[in-house]
């Protein structure tokens, strides 16, 4: 089958599209270029929203949600930063704004009773991303949101009290605690490892 | 800097560029909620078009149809210096003539006012100064061994521009843009059937979206990067052009040319009439194909209104000779001859309002290129435009068989407007405020191509030239 060229005789492949050519096509909404925004950043949007999800259905609609958004809110994008990056923080976004809109409760865990050790390095080296990220996706409400967005995405803890309307205290020992959980599972698993033991 | 967390940085090193697999669920989700977006806001412009097309037509019907009492209209007085007008009764048009006459009669004058004498004439000078003192050249006098002789009508015409002729050029709204087309090369029309497995094959083109200049790279590329995982892609229908409405105001200069087998009425006719400025309005419709060329109609509407004042002059010229003899012994011993001669100007004044509205209706072919969001193009076509006349005063032939100022009936003035054939070429330049959004501007002429009837004396012909702007709404394509 020959290739599929245009009429100015050269042949287009879809990841020779500029991320401009390719705003420039959502914009006038076309599918096709919908599709392939989507098909480019699918997968990183979906672990982004895997991290603030509870589960995968949940993470499912809010990469749903958030490309909706992308696509509404396209116009507003200048052209001037990183789409990918752009792209990500709609995604937060949304995933802030599900959280907001759920009654959240402090929950505790008796984590005043968690160890404080420092984490190896071979820890996290030995697990694949998902496992990391089930890791992330099983904190506690609260925390996973306050962690996702210090430890991963980089806003600091007045970004988050005002994205998650409370105080910076709070999400301050919100963060510890999240660190704290992580570690004590993060022994857990590496702990069989280290005692030649495959982990589960 | 704040040191980051151990913990921080392990997971944001693993975590920062992870990926998963969405489910192609997800996207099915997404192209149907977008869709229904579109379908909806596809809706939305139909009905502000067909709102502003409604609108439109509604003011041009009522402008065209308006009313024709012309009470709240403002006629200027006569400035003659010997005749006020005469007012108008009942609201109608003002026609003011002047009451003064002058006969003649045999060898006898009779002057019942006398508006001016220009010059006396005499052969002899001295006398002369005498005969225009003398008590005889009063008004009423019978006078013997007088000639009188008529020499002739002077015509005069004066036009004055009306105020309220002058219609300023409203600007339209500013609107946002927010997206802007590029030029690219033309692009295969057929529709390209996306698929997962990475095929494209042309089927019979279906319209979706319009513009797509700047996509065309899109619509040729390979596949080999696929869909998302497990997603089948929708056929994706190449358009061939997109339907578009515009609203149109401006101003012309309009210049009217007669013709007829009258040729003094219409020489007097065009030598009246100078150019003319109006505003103009209407609604337009077309569609433009993706080649650059397009088609378009509409309804372009103005009214006109002017003042009409119409002085005739008429001199008439007495010539008097007095004999005088002096006599002694029945032989005349002293005998002088004066010879007077008294001109008398008559002004007749006729004046109201010329008032004409016009529908255009034009079918036109455009080319157009564009670069980002400008346009630039050209249109070229015919247009047909009817004229509505009320009465109102005119140059005609008055009772005598010359040329003079009357009152037409509505009849007699659409005679002399019949429909007419007008050409029209134009250059625009369009600015695209947004995706369904332009605005542009252009220079039209207009000159008159030919009328459609031969009835009257006169027709007239207009040519007019002038500059456009026109809002324009780029229907979308209903899937």
């Not at chain 2, 346009?375 to 005063?393: C, D, I, S, V, Y």
Request: charged residues 20%.
């Amino acid at each position: 089958m020959p290739p599929p060229v245009c009429s100015a005789g050269k042949a287009f492949l879809l990841s020779e599209l500029s991320e401009r050519e390719l705003v420039q096509g959502c914009l006038d909404a076309d599918r096709r270029c919908q599709e392939l925004l989507y098909a480019r950043y699918a997968r990183r949007m979906y672990a982004v929203c895997l991290r603030y999800a509870r589960h995968e259905l949940e993470a499912q609609d809010l990469l749903q949600e958030g490309f909706i958004r992308v696509f509404d809110k396209l116009s507003g994008f200048r052209l001037q930063g990183s789409l990918e990056g752009w792209i990500r923080r709609i995604m937060v976004h949304t995933a802030i704004n599900t959280y907001r809109k759920k009654s959240f409760q402090q929950e505790r865990f008796g984590l005043e009773h968690l160890p404080e050790e420092p984490v190896e390095s071979v820890a996290l080296d030995q697990l694949g991303e998902q496992e990391v990220l089930k890791l992330v996706s099983a904190l506690p409400e609260g925390y996973r949101a306050v962690f996702n967005l210090y430890a991963i995405d980089g806003y600091d803890h007045a970004e988050i009290a005002e994205m998650l309307g409370f105080g910076e205290s709070t999400s301050r020992s919100q963060l510890a605690k999240a660190r704290r959980m992580l570690q004590q599972r993060l022994n857990d698993i590496t702990l069989p490892v280290h005692a030649g033991k495959t982990p589960h | 800097m704040q040191e980051r967390h151990p913990i921080d940085e392990q997971f944001r090193k693993a975590l920062a560029n992870a990926e998963a697999a969405p489910p192609p669920s997800v996207w099915a989700g997404i192209a149907a909620a977008q869709e229904k977006r579109r379908r909806a806001a596809g809706w939305r412009w139909y009905i502000m078009a067909g709102s502003v097309l409604v609108g439109g037509l509604a003011i041009g019907i009522a402008s065209y149809l308006g009313s024709s009492d012309p009470e709240h209209h403002t006629l200027e007085r006569p400035r003659s210096k010997v005749l006020p007008a005469a007012s108008s009764e009942g609201g109608a048009p003002l026609i003011a003539e002047s009451t003064v006459t002058a006969s003649s009669n045999g060898d006898q004058a009779i002057v019942t006012t006398a508006v001016g004498v220009d010059q006396v004439l005499g052969s002899n000078t001295d006398d002369v100064a005498n005969a225009f003192e003398h008590p005889t050249l009063e008004t009423g006098t019978l006078l013997p061994s007088t000639s009188g002789s008529r020499t002739g009508v002077e015509n005069s015409i004066a036009l004055t521009q009306h105020p309220a002729a002058t219609v300023p050029v409203r600007a339209s709204s500013p609107l946002r843009a927010t997206s802007s087309p590029a030029t690219q090369p033309p692009v295969p029309e057929g529709v390209v059937d996306i698929t997962s497995a990475g095929t494209e094959r042309s089927e019979p083109a279906l319209m979706d979206r319009e513009r797509l200049d700047l996509l065309n790279p899109v619509l040729n590329i390979g596949l080999s990067a696929a869909a998302p995982h497990g997603v089948t892609l929708p056929r994706y229908h190449v358009p061939h052009g997109e339907w578009w409405l515009g609203a149109t105001v401006g101003t012309n200069q309009s210049r009217t040319s007669w013709q007829g087998t009258d040729e003094d009425l219409a020489n007097a006719l065009e030598q009246g009439e100078g150019s003319l400025g109006q505003f103009v309005w209407g609604l337009a419709a077309g569609r433009q194909w993706r080649s650059g060329f397009g088609i378009s109609t509409g309804v372009m509407t103005d009214r006109m209104e002017r003042p009409f004042r119409h002085v005739a002059v008429d001199r008439t010229t007495t010539v008097r000779e007095e004999n005088y003899y002096v006599t002694l012994n029945n032989e005349v011993f002293l005998s002088n001859v004066d010879t007077v001669v008294t001109t008398t100007t008559k002004e007749t004044v006729t004046q109201g309002v010329d008032r004409r509205s016009t529908i255009r209706i034009p079918l036109m072919g455009h080319w157009r290129t564009e670069w980002r969001r400008w346009a630039f193009g050209a249109r070229t076509g015919l247009a047909l435009e009817l004229t509505r006349t009320e009465a109102g005063p005119a140059l005609t032939r008055i009772a005598d068989g010359t040329v003079g100022a009357a009152r037409l009936t509505r009849a007699q003035r659409a005679e002399r407007y019949p429909a007419t054939v007008l050409g029209v070429v134009g250059l625009d330049l369009a600015y695209r405020l947004h995706e369904h959004w332009s605005l542009e501007a252009g220079y039209v002429a207009m000159p008159g191509a030919m009328s459609l009837s031969d009835r009257g004396p006169v027709q007239a012909l207009t040519t007019r030239h002038g500059a456009e702007f026109r809002l324009i709404i780029h229907l979308p394509t209903r899937p």
